[in-house]
């Protein structure tokens, strides 16, 4: 792998940067309210 980009020379790709977080991006009771939100609308309907 490393030997095959010496020979190909620079490959344009993008930078890795840090990842977007997952999991921990929207708040535990933000997530709860909008359960809550969805099965309220769903009800209606």
């Known amino acids: ?3 095959k980009s010496i020979q190909n ?3 344009p790709h993008p930078q890795t940067t ?6 921990g991006a ?4 933000e ?8 099965k309220r609308t ?3 309907n």
């Open 1 to 3: 792998m490393i030997w």
């Open 9 to 11: 020379g620079p490959t």
């Open 18 to 23: 840090d990842p977007a977080p997952e999991g």
């Open 26 to 29: 929207v708040p535990h009771r």
């Open 31 to 38: 997530i709860k309210e909008m359960k809550s939100l969805l």
């Open 42 to 44: 769903t009800k209606m």
